[in-house]
């Protein structure tokens, strides 16, 4: 499916997860601070868009995800995860409710994995799980206004159908210490409306009603408020714990939920086995890193001999990186828990060493949330 987005002046494809919408419509920079202004739309026409109806919709969703689903108003937005049983995450959904419909906003390559888990976890119940992303199209914006000069969300049953990011307000445990969270500027709207409206929103960009912004724009404003994204900071082996995810998209006062052993055992009693971290790059060879490339330190040793280069260490690998208008080159990276905060890190990319700095969103030193008393050793007496 074409995006009439591609067809405004100027407009760039994007290529990797965003294949299919403009990356960017001759200056990311500037289009970055028209977004975060909010006088511009981005197209998200690339995301899958899959309905559940059916009167046991919310109770069954409660019962499989991370989050807390069986009282979602008319119009209420949330995220939740599914887990697999050892709590790995499998599927992340921006979910909103119409009062008739539940309506599931995905990245284009889950829409079909996610729909089939559902339909094979029915069983008896009243519902059904639809793949709707050939009639609906997701547009997105930090404020109604934009989004509203462009085209009026999507309402088959008399609710719109706005999807509004919780990362902004921590709703569940947060593991970072900092209090001025860069969160607090993601003001992110998700819209869903109907696809052969996207003319429409193109439009009225061509006509001056409204900016448009790329999705380089939108991901450097991400990756700045430090908001992980499935598509690109989770791999087979990621934990909600590792992107400090607690805070937005699990209710940790629910259970019974595949996974919830895990989320609950490493939250009380263990630590995330990697965290997450925003690394400021250094720009002077302007290289940006690409996603999956190694992130190094160099081991701590004896003075090496003379001429001898340090030993370097393998300790994570880049998963988003940008060009902020204000903070100039910066990515997210995964590490191993055990990396130092302060410890200066590589990241070799192009053959060139790009010197990092990071930044500790899932902190080194993050604990178990109840200290356990320990336990006398059991032995001999004397």
Request: net charge negative.
């Amino acid at each position: 499916m074409t995006s009439p987005f591609l067809s405004l002046p100027r407009a760039v494809a994007s290529e990797g997860v965003d294949e299919g919408v403009p990356a960017h419509y001759g200056n990311p920079v500037v289009e970055q601070r028209r977004l975060e202004q909010g006088r511009a739309i981005v197209d998200l026409s690339g995301r899958g868009i899959l309905t559940v109806t059916g009167p046991d919709r919310l109770t069954w969703l409660h019962s499989m995800a991370s989050q807390s689903l069986d009282r979602l108003p008319a119009g209420g937005s949330a995220e939740a995860l599914f887990l697999d049983a050892s709590g790995r995450i499998e599927h992340v959904a921006h979910v909103l409710d119409d009062g008739e419909t539940t309506w599931l906003v995905v990245e284009a390559s889950e829409a079909e994995p996610l729909r089939a888990y559902l339909d094979r976890m029915r069983f008896m119940l009243r519902v059904e799980v639809e793949d709707v992303t050939g009639e609906y199209a997701v547009v997105g914006a930090m404020s109604t206004d934009a989004l509203d000069a462009a085209v009026p969300a999507a309402a088959p049953n008399g609710v719109g159908l706005d999807w509004v990011d919780p990362w902004r307000e921590a709703s569940g445990y947060q593991y970072s210490h900092e209090t001025d969270h860069p969160a607090a500027l993601w003001r992110f709207i998700e819209r869903v409306v109907p696809r052969d409206a996207l003319a429409d929103a193109a439009a009225a960009v061509e006509a001056g009603r409204v900016e448009a912004a790329g999705a380089l724009a939108a991901e450097a404003l991400r990756i700045a408020a430090w908001r992980p994204r499935f598509a690109t900071e989770v791999d087979e082996k990621a934990i909600p714990h590792e992107f400090d995810w607690l805070r937005s998209a699990v209710d940790l006062g629910k259970g019974c939920y595949k996974g919830q052993e895990t989320v609950a055992k490493v939250l009380n009693l263990g630590r995330p086995p990697r965290r997450l971290v925003l690394l400021h790059l250094d720009g002077s060879d302007t290289v940006l890193p690409a996603p999956g490339e190694e992130v190094v330190g160099e081991k701590a040793r004896p003075e090496p001999a003379p001429g001898e280069a340090p030993e370097r260490k393998v300790v994570g690998q880049i998963t988003s990186s940008a060009m902020h208008y204000e903070m100039g080159p910066i990515a997210l990276a995964v590490v191993k828990r055990a990396v130092p905060g302060d410890l200066p890190l590589i990241v070799e990319s192009h053959g060139i060493d790009v010197a990092a700095a990071q930044v500790e969103i899932v902190p080194a030193d993050a604990a178990a949330a109840i200290e356990v008393p320990r336990l006398p050793r059991l032995g001999v007496r004397h």
